[in-house]
């Protein structure tokens, strides 16, 4: 099924909760995507807004009060949520890769950097020690490692930010996967380290024709680089569509929300407005649209029911009251 329809991903209603003291949360409600293989997925929502456990999820890394209650995740059309433990370890690291956020949390402190790598390689290859140790050293100079060899003998602390997250990326890449997830890959790097991270990922994903799912709170981090771009808000898809059609024709108040927020290279002496109110508390989800009570274009019925996707564009969905009633007023004034 995947095979037909040349889809390497696809995410089918899927459900994912933690099971908490206080109650269940639903940090992932009803989520569905398919990805294309080559091409780049843009998740983008604030803290709490589930990008992160979508992710999570696929891998199925998630904490141990966290499952999967409901819907699919079809690697190549096989549901992956109902394999074992050894055939996700099997699709872990060779299938697909995850860069986490934070490289130092992420490196083991006590180990050398080749230690690590050559471990990482050994597990999921056939490779020898020699072999792994050759690809270790290949994979840091295709990062843009320098002096690769004395780095191997290094461990995390004597290293950059920015070349730890080499270190992970090359970590991530080292089994060739066939997806690359990578979480919030550039938030703890400065502004020029960020921008040749992601310039390097754009050139390994030409050289390797990896599948990319970029999961980030910054719409400008991913503008140039992805393909099609998912916008979440407690747990829920609330708008997706191509970059261009959500950076100029955004059409749910949460997206323009974001992109109001965010400098304008053209204008910086214009007053950026951030979103008013606290993100959601996923205990306590209102019956009506989840933005609603940050949202000042609020109207009564998206205090009490849920929006359905709206379809805007040919390629542009969005979950969002408004839509429908410019739609309605636009008919209203075609009668009038």
């Known amino acids: 099924m995947g095979q037909e329809n040349n889809y390497i991903l696809e995410v089918k209603d899927l459900h994912t909760s933690f099971f908490t003291d206080t109650g ?32 999570y999820s696929i891998m199925q890394i998630l904490a141990e009060t966290g499952r999967i209650t409901g819907g699919e995740v079809r690697f190549h059309g096989e549901d992956i949520t109902k394999w074992n433990k050894k055939q996700m370890q099997k699709f872990r690291g060779a299938k697909c890769s995850i860069i986490f956020q934070d490289p130092m949390t992420s490196l083991n402190p006590v180990f050398t950097i080749g230690s690590q790598l050559t471990e990482a390689i050994l597990l999921h290859t056939d490779n020898n020690k020699k072999q792994a140790k050759e ?23 004597e290293l950059s930010g920015g070349m730890r997250q080499r270190v992970m990326i090359a970590m991530a890449l080292a089994c060739e996967p066939d997806i690359l997830i990578a979480d919030e890959p550039t938030t703890a790097l400065d502004v020029t380290i960020q921008a040749q991270i992601l310039e390097l990922m754009q050139d390994l994903q030409k050289k390797l024709g990896m599948t990319i799912i970029m999961v980030t709170h910054d719409l400008g981090v991913i503008a140039s680089m992805c393909d099609e ?24 108040e949460y997206t323009k929300g974001l992109l109001r ?25 209102p019956e009506g649209c989840a933005f609603c009570p940050r949202c000042d274009a609020a109207m ?28 309605y007023e636009a008919q209203e004034g075609e009668r009038v």
């Open 24 to 55: 269940e949360v639903q940090a992932v409600n009803g989520i569905s995507f398919n990805l294309e293989a080559g091409k780049t997925l843009g998740i983008v929502g604030e803290s709490g807004s589930g990008k992160s456990v979508t992710a």
């Open 300 to 327: 009564k019925i998206c205090l009490k029911e849920k929006p359905q996707e709206f379809r805007v564009g040919e390629t542009h969905i969005a979950s969002c009251w408004m839509n429908i009633k410019e739609l």
């Open 135 to 157: 690809r270790a050293i290949e994979m840091l100079t295709l990062v843009g490692v320098n002096e690769p060899e004395s780095r191997m003998k290094q461990h995390p602390h």
């Open 229 to 252: 771009i998912l916008v979440m808000y407690g747990g829920r898809v609330c708008e997706r569509g191509t970059a261009d059609a959500i950076f100029y024709h955004p059409a749910h």
């Open 261 to 285: 927020s965010i400098p304008k290279a053209d204008n910086m002496n214009e007053k950026l407005i951030p979103i008013g109110g606290t993100p959601i508390n996923l205990l306590q989800m």
